[in-house]
């Protein structure tokens, strides 16, 4: 997509861009809704992404999207949290979070994706990094990516509205190929764990689309910051299975039921990680059905559609374990597949889930874990993308899969 970046940006503006980027999404592996208590995550970066191509200009931004529309105009020196909505939001974030490291020049960009918007892959993050390496090297700044990842945030957090921790920013920075990442969210210290040979990552859409924005998601965070004032601590990190049980009695129930799925959706991130370093796929699977369980049980955000594409994955040939990833309220599931068995895996879960959920359209993402943001050349992208380009396989043909 370097090449359709460049030639969708000639065709509007007729100029070359001066840097071209990418950014990719992610797929969290385990460790949901911990982030923003300070917890523990797992997610891979994945190899596809949102492209960037820009170039300074005078006047206005002008932002457009191949998949969104346009145009999107702002002027970098002169925005205010809310002053621009929809898509155009979250670049308009990233020049306002990182006016603190010099001018931010207004500039003309094309914006192309391969990644679903609503599935859970955060395709927020995505834009965001993708714009924040194009002015990181058009203007010089020397941002490191984990700050990069933390500007990214302070956008979402704090221009666009979305309490949102820091997971999927950092995921999309710091990616590595063939690596998860545990990453600690309160001490931002990363650990790169190899994901087991002969595993493939498939995300498994349910159909049913989800808007962030409109969910509960807000009201997720507020609970769990109302849980750790309850419990007296600084946030839900702190907390432990024996200080649930000393206060069960006094903590609303609803209170109670999100604080244990944070509690035990940390502990099963350490383990992930220790079951991943010993190759027990046993273990990794089991893993995910508790996340999951707690996930539909005690946080309340998964839904009949990602009940039943999780159910239908697990019962599928190859399936080491699933999970729905991302906010929830929709959106997709990953699941963990051995290589060989991924046709047939598509195969039944697709049978399974059309028989259970019908009026909807599942789609499925086979993909690897992939290294983080950056811009690119087009010798880079020959190197490092046309060598090592993903599979998609959906049925039927959606958004899901485009070139």
């Not at 834009?127 to 700044?141: K, P, Q, R, V």
């Not at 590595?176 to 990442?181: K, P, S, V, Y």
């Amino acid at each position: 997509m370097y090449f359709d970046a460049v030639r969708s940006f000639r065709e509007k503006f007729h100029v070359e861009p001066e840097v071209v980027s990418f950014a990719p999404g992610r797929v969290n592996l385990i460790g949901e809704h911990t982030d923003y208590n300070d917890g523990f995550v797992f997610p891979a970066a994945i190899d596809r992404g949102v492209w960037v191509a820009m170039s300074r200009c005078d006047g206005s931004s002008e932002l457009w999207s191949e998949e969104a529309g346009g145009p999107v105009r702002f002027t970098s020196d002169s925005l205010t949290p809310g002053s621009v909505t929809g898509w155009g939001a979250y670049p308009a974030g990233v020049a306002w979070s990182l006016s603190d490291a010099g001018t931010v020049p207004d500039v003309r960009a094309v914006v192309l994706s391969d990644l679903p918007t609503g599935s859970g892959l955060s395709s927020s993050a995505a834009i965001e990094l993708a714009f924040a390496c194009s002015w990181n090297s058009l203007e010089g700044f020397g941002i490191p990516p984990q700050e990069l990842a933390l500007k990214c945030q302070r956008a979402e957090n704090g221009f666009v509205g979305m309490a949102c921790g820091v997971m999927d920013q950092t995921a999309s920075a710091l990616g590595r190929r063939g690596h998860a990442l545990l990453l600690d969210t309160r001490s931002l210290e990363t650990d790169y764990r190899p994901l087991p040979e002969g595993v493939s990552i498939v995300v498994c859409h349910t159909g049913k689309s989800r808007e962030l924005a409109g969910s509960k998601y807000n009201e997720r965070r507020a609970e769990c910051t109302e849980a750790a004032r309850l419990l007296g601590i600084p946030s839900l990190r702190e907390a432990t299975p024996n200080l649930l049980a000393e206060n069960s009695q006094s903590l609303p129930g609803v209170i109670l039921r999100r604080a244990l799925h944070v509690v035990t959706e940390n502990q099963r991130c350490l383990e992930f990680a220790k079951a991943l370093g010993s190759g027990d796929l046993r273990h990794l699977g089991d893993l995910m059905s508790e996340s999951q369980m707690n996930l539909r049980n005690n946080y309340e955000v998964s839904c009949i559609e990602l009940d039943s594409m999780v159910e239908a994955a697990v019962r599928s040939e190859g399936c080491i374990g699933a999970r729905m990833t991302g906010a929830g309220f929709g959106g997709a599931c990953v699941a963990l597949v051995r290589t060989g068995s991924v046709p047939a895996f598509l195969s039944d879960t697709e049978a399974r889930y059309r028989a259970e959920v019908p009026g909807f359209e599942p789609s499925f993402l086979v993909t690897e874990a992939a290294d983080g943001a950056r811009t690119v050349t087009d010798l880079t992208f020959r190197q490092e993308f046309l060598g090592n380009s993903g599979q998609t396989i959906s049925k039927p043909p959606s958004d899901m899969e485009r070139d």
